[in-house]
């Protein structure tokens, strides 16, 4: 498995912007699929956005236009910028990571490893 640390949450106004790193151990990071996701208070945890091993990303619907994943391999290293930020997506974001050697997808359930959450709290 890969130990995962994320940094970056904090409080931010309404249409502000925030920027998430997820910094990742070992020597294979090219070939994992890289994920955000977000717990609100009361609700279950939801994917955010996923940056294959392929190349592809994925967003959810509500942060398409708003939010942009990426990653450097270099620095084993994902992002998620996130700009005109609503207070909806106050959360406790999580980075996730699921092995993809063939650059395919595979299931949620497959994100077997993660960090320990960050908060973003967006005020109105």
């Known amino acids: 498995q890969v130990q995962l640390v994320e940094s970056g949450g904090g409080l931010v106004q309404a249409g502000g912007s925030l920027r998430l790193s997820c910094a990742a151990s070992?020597?294979?990071?090219?070939?994992?699929?890289m994920g955000w996701f977000r717990q609100a208070p009361g609700k279950e945890r939801d994917v955010t956005a996923i940056s294959w091993s392929g190349g592809r990303t994925y967003y959810t619907d509500s942060v398409k236009g708003r939010f942009a994943i990426s990653r450097d391999n270099a620095k084993n290293t994902v992002y998620l910028q996130m700009n005109s930020l609503k207070p909806e997506d106050t959360a406790v974001y999580y980075c996730?990571?699921?092995?993809?050697?063939?650059?395919?997808?595979?299931?949620?359930?497959?994100?077997?490893?993660w960090g320990q959450g960050t908060q973003v709290t967006v005020s109105s």
């Open positions: 070992g020597r294979t990071f090219s070939r994992y699929a």
């Open positions: 996730a990571a699921a092995w993809t050697p063939d650059g395919g997808s595979v299931p949620l359930s497959a994100f077997g490893s």
